[in-house]
């Protein structure tokens, strides 16, 4: 049996031989930067909440002041939230030419506050919200300004404004998963961080880095479909794996 180390020596030695690396990262790689993940049993974000009765597409449309009332606390909390190291390890990585991008499942916006540049958020980020009738966009700053005495953020139009983040029932954005297959398709290396790779269509893109003749590595802490698959996997702490993978690189 492998051990950590061995694994992360594989793991370094497999980036430096890439010459195309991408990232794939879900929420576990935000959850040291105090952001719970969805389903860890006593502290995921659906532990005491049915997403399609708060988090669905058509609550936002016909309850406004029900959406609101879960997603108001979560949009002003996750502005608060800082990187953390893991974060900082995979800008340091493109910074060296080491890293292609950044494709998240995260609507956080920690990656680009690290420093990334190159970040594909293919479910969307609470940077700017959207009027539902007329299009104008609201940077995050100005959102909690918008709320009416319903509790319902609205534009000066009078139409109710929407995250823009994918909520259940909403098809991800085109242009965002387009760009993630091609990255994925060229990867030599598809790194997959704090992800479950079990929602689809992302959980689909190790995959076509597979078909493509790339490899896969992944770091999160239980099980994925992927497992058998990878060429490694490391199953530690995300802050302390990947800046083990700095030291080696």
Same mark, same amino acid.
């Given at each position: 049996?492998?051990?950590?180390?061995?694994?992360?020596?594989?793991?370094?030695?497999?980036?430096?031989?890439?010459?195309?690396?991408?990232?794939?990262?879900?929420?576990?790689?935000? *959850?040291? &930067?105090?952001?719970?993940?969805?389903?860890?049993?006593?502290? !995921?974000?659906?532990?005491? %909440?049915? @997403?399609?009765? =708060?988090?669905?597409?058509?609550?936002?449309?016909?309850?406004?002041?029900?959406?609101?009332?879960?997603?108001?606390?979560?949009?002003?909390?996750?502005?608060?939230?800082?990187?953390?190291?893991?974060?900082?390890?995979?800008?340091?990585?493109?910074?060296?030419?080491?890293?292609?991008?950044?494709?998240?499942?995260?609507?956080?916006?920690?990656?680009?506050?690290?420093?990334?540049?190159?970040?594909?958020?293919?479910?969307?980020?609470?940077?700017?919200?959207?009027?539902?009738?007329?299009?104008?966009?609201?940077?995050?700053?100005? *959102?909690? &300004?918008?709320?009416?005495?319903?509790?319902?953020?609205?534009? !000066?139009?009078?139409?109710? %404004?929407? @995250?823009?983040? =994918?909520?259940?029932?909403?098809?991800?954005?085109?242009?965002?998963?387009?760009?993630?297959?091609?990255?994925?398709?060229?990867?030599?290396?598809?790194?997959?961080?704090?992800?479950?790779?079990?929602?689809?269509?992302?959980?689909?893109?190790?995959?076509?880095?597979?078909?493509?003749?790339?490899?896969?590595?992944?770091?999160?802490?239980?099980?994925?479909?992927?497992?058998?698959?990878?060429?490694?996997?490391?199953?530690?702490?995300?802050?302390?794996?990947?800046?083990?993978?700095?030291?080696?690189?």
């Amino acid at each position: 049996m492998k051990t950590q180390s061995t694994g992360i020596e594989q793991l370094a030695e497999l980036v430096r031989e890439s010459t195309c690396t991408v990232a794939l990262t879900g929420a576990g790689i935000s *959850v040291p &930067s105090g952001i719970p993940d969805f389903r860890s049993p006593g502290t !995921g974000l659906w532990e005491n %909440v049915d @997403p399609m009765e =708060v988090a669905h597409i058509d609550v936002f449309v016909n309850e406004p002041a029900r959406f609101w009332s879960y997603y108001r606390p979560r949009f002003g909390m996750l502005t608060e939230k800082q990187p953390n190291r893991a974060h900082s390890v995979l800008a340091e990585l493109e910074q060296r030419g080491l890293l292609d991008a950044v494709i998240t499942q995260n609507i956080d916006t920690l990656h680009r506050r690290a420093g990334s540049q190159r970040v594909v958020e293919v479910h969307g980020t609470v940077a700017t919200a959207s009027c539902w009738a007329c299009g104008e966009t609201y940077p995050r700053e100005r *959102v909690e &300004s918008l709320f009416d005495a319903d509790g319902i953020a609205r534009c !000066g139009c009078g139409g109710a %404004v929407k @995250p823009d983040v =994918v909520l259940f029932g909403e098809m991800l954005p085109e242009v965002a998963m387009r760009e993630a297959h091609v990255l994925c398709a060229g990867a030599d290396l598809l790194l997959c961080v704090g992800s479950s790779l079990e929602v689809y269509p992302v959980a689909g893109l190790p995959g076509v880095t597979r078909a493509g003749g790339g490899a896969l590595a992944i770091v999160t802490k239980g099980p994925t479909p992927y497992d058998g698959d990878a060429a490694v996997r490391l199953d530690g702490d995300v802050v302390d794996e990947l800046e083990a993978l700095l030291r080696l690189l």
